[in-house]
């Protein structure tokens, strides 16, 4: 007799920031009567937070360990004024500026993580402390003054965009984009669903995973076309989405990134099955330093100067994204692609407040009221499972 197919219900909590992120932009496209849907305000949305994206993602793997980085915004500003400074006013090539931005991203990461990894100092005090030493370097070297405008050559990253000819009015790269991710969608749905009836695992609704995948790829379609009506694919966009993807992966299939979930969950038994939880906690750090480094370059290149105050206050942008796209705040649960959500979200909810005239003091509290209400959901719904 064939055997029964068996079929559970699609995991609706995994969905449900893109459900939120859905719902908040419909309610900023009402408000504003439509104009944050423009193509222009779609590619500004994109510019303002490619470099956000970056950061959440290293943010993750420190959140996973139950941690945070409160150093990054000093981190980026730093690198920014070092590759701003050389640039300007040392005559120095970009390639190498930036290359002396990833060092000191580096060495940063490298201090932080032998502080906490080999000297048992908590993350908490340590980022502090490279948050203000950060700072306070970056006001010294710059004198409290902006560095630019700077070079063509060096905006392109954050401010370019890849070479394009339109069709009907669209990039035709956005549209050959859009429909290679569509069949990547699906034919990863399609090993999903392979996968699971080789092993006897139970498989979603197909009628559920169909309108999963059309919310998903009309979204995608959506931002992709919008971007295709205005000039085309940032170039921040194709780094972002480089680093999301090599994460992504490393976070779900290799060891390395196993280890940083089981660190996460339970750090004496992380230790006690062979993990050398020191060497994954200073990686980590290192790690974020680096694509601090990134984000610095980027940043400053979208707007063109480096100025002492760059990057004030995005480590909770990084930070908030992370906790509102699923991770847990006692470490060893979330993904890359749920910090990109949460991203989304905090870029969403920045965009819509700007345009339909929100003060900015304002903002900070609905910001606030999001973060502390994706955090107490998550701690809610654990003692509903543990009860």
């Given at each position: 007799m064939e055997e029964k197919r068996k079929y559970i219900n699609l995991d609706l909590?995994?969905?449900?920031?893109?459900a939120a992120l859905i719902l908040i932009f419909g309610l900023f496209y009402f408000l504003s009567n439509g104009a944050n849907a423009t193509p222009v305000n779609i590619n500004n949305l994109i510019m303002q937070n490619g470099y956000i994206i970056i950061l959440a993602t290293g943010m993750l793997l420190c959140v996973l360990t139950?941690?945070?980085?409160?150093g990054v915004g000093s981190v980026v500003a730093l690198c920014a004024?070092?590759?701003?400074?050389?640039?300007?006013?040392?005559?120095?090539?970009?390639?190498?500026?930036?290359?002396?931005?990833?060092?000191?991203?580096?060495?940063?990461?490298?201090?932080a993580g032998f502080f906490i990894a080999y000297l048992?100092?908590?993350p908490f005090v340590?980022?502090?402390a490279t948050m203000l030493m950060g700072r306070g370097l970056t006001y010294t070297m710059l004198a409290s003054q902006t560095v630019g405008p700077?070079?063509?050559?060096?905006?392109?990253?954050?401010?370019?965009?890849?070479?394009?000819?339109?069709?009907?009015?669209?990039?035709a790269v956005c549209i050959i984009v859009a429909v290679v991710a569509t069949v990547l969608i699906i034919l990863s749905e399609l090993k999903t669903i392979r996968t699971n009836k080789k092993y006897g695992f139970a498989n979603v609704y197909p009628w559920q995973i169909v309108i999963k995948n059309i919310v998903i790829l009309a979204i995608l379609w959506f931002f992709l076309i919008s971007l295709g009506r205005n000039k085309g694919i940032p170039i921040q966009l194709v780094v972002a989405g480089v680093i999301v993807a090599l994460y992504h992966f490393i976070t779900s299939q290799t060891v390395a990134g196993r280890q940083i979930y089981a660190l996460g969950g339970n750090a004496k038994a992380a230790r006690l099955s062979g993990i050398n939880t020191k060497k994954v906690f200073f990686w980590i750090y290192v790690n974020m330093g680096v694509l601090s480094a990134v984000a610095g370059i980027i940043l400053s290149a979208r707007q063109g100067a480096a100025n002492p105050k760059m990057g004030d206050g995005v480590e909770l942008d990084a930070i908030g994204a992370c906790y509102i796209g699923g991770a847990a705040a006692s470490g060893g649960v979330g993904t890359v692609m749920g910090a990109v959500i949460g991203a989304l979200v905090m870029g969403v909810l920045n965009n819509g407040m700007s345009i339909i005239g929100l003060p900015t003091d304002f903002q900070k509290v609905v910001k606030g009221a999001v973060l502390l209400g994706a955090v107490t959901l998550d701690i809610l719904s654990k003692?509903?499972?543990g009860a």
């Open positions: 909590k995994s969905y449900g920031m893109v139950g941690n945070i980085d409160l004024a070092s590759a701003g400074k050389l640039v300007m006013e040392q005559g120095w090539s970009v390639p190498m500026a930036w290359l002396i931005a990833l060092i000191i991203g580096l060495i940063v990461g490298l201090f048992g100092i908590p340590v980022t502090l700077l070079p063509k050559n060096y905006t392109q990253i954050g401010a370019g965009f890849l070479p394009s000819f339109k069709v009907g009015g669209i990039d003692k509903k499972k």
